[in-house]
């Protein structure tokens, strides 16, 4: 049987954009993410990450840079009582400089194949399942998979709205903040029925 999950970007939703990280001691988390993930999975929500990381297609970085930030995170989570369930990132782009990785792909946001992973490796429900993050790309890769997406103010985000106003495509709702977000999206689940 498959269940609700949610997608959360990284950079500018769970974390502070410093652009192109991938050095663990400049990680800096936003306050209350924590507590955010843990809410998510004792709702039941399998929570996974998705993140563009064109910084191994430029050359900045490795993709084995890009796994042990990932690993300093889920432990730091994990210390906390709180749990990423997969960790999927693209690390191409289209103007590459990096041997193999300067392609037009299927996974690099706003294409939904990061979260087409996930589905392969989980039993997901899409129409009960939520992206959270900073960035028109979030919003769509959520609509061209079916799940709703959540902007968030942080990173980009309040750019992102100054932009469009109130009204931003394929949002369905625009929170302050990852903790503004994932209280919208337990009340959405309570409201349609416990997700688990």
């Not at 392969?120 to 919003?139: Q, W």
């Amino acid at each position: 049987m498959s269940g609700p999950a949610v997608f959360l970007d990284r950079d500018g939703t769970m974390i502070e954009d410093v652009g192109y990280l991938w050095r663990p001691a400049d990680v800096r988390w936003f306050p209350g993410t924590l507590e955010a993930v843990r809410l998510l999975n004792r709702a039941g929500f399998l929570v996974c990450v998705t993140t563009n990381q064109a910084g191994v297609a430029r050359g900045y970085y490795g993709e084995d840079d890009v796994r042990a930030l990932h690993a300093v995170m889920a432990a730091h989570l994990e210390a906390g009582g709180a749990r990423i369930d997969g960790w999927f990132y693209c690390p191409h782009h289209p103007d590459g400089t990096a041997p193999g990785y300067g392609v037009a792909c299927a996974c690099r946001k706003p294409a939904p194949g990061l979260i087409d992973q996930a589905c392969a490796r989980f039993a997901i429900d899409l129409t009960r399942s939520f992206v959270i993050g900073d960035k028109p790309a979030d919003l769509g890769a959520a609509a061209r998979a079916g799940a709703r997406g959540v902007l968030v103010r942080t990173g980009y985000g309040e750019d992102v709205v100054r932009a469009h106003g109130e009204v931003v495509p394929d949002a369905a709702y625009v929170a302050d903040d990852l903790v503004a977000a994932v209280a919208w999206v337990l009340a959405e689940a309570d409201r349609e029925g416990a997700p688990a």
